[in-house]
């Protein structure tokens, strides 16, 4: 019985996946949501970068396209109860 061949992620896919973290992680209103989820999608990515199994490429491409997903949904929820006034990390960074 042959095994189910899993094709792995191109690079470019890759590279699409991990932008398009970083752009929703911009978006989070709240300063300390949006640098978790940008210092997370870097670790993860570090992480990963080794992985040789086509299968676990996959596996982890994956997981990454469901935490977008995930990632995107959270935004929007966020965004109905952002608060009034910005966060001192912020009004830093604008200054």
Not at 7 to 18: I, S
Request: hydrophobic share 40%.
């Amino acid at each position: 019985m042959a095994a189910s061949a899993v094709a792995a992620p191109t690079r470019n896919e890759v590279l699409w996946l991990y932008r398009s973290l970083l752009r929703v992680a911009r978006q989070f209103c709240d300063y300390n949501i949006r640098e978790y989820t940008k210092r997370r999608t870097i670790d993860a990515f570090r992480h990963n970068q080794k992985l040789t199994d086509s299968s676990k490429v996959a596996a982890a491409f994956a997981d990454g396209k469901a935490q977008l997903e995930v990632a995107k949904r959270q935004c929007i929820v966020y965004s109905l109860y952002a608060p009034k006034v910005k966060s001192v990390m912020d009004v830093k960074r604008s200054a």
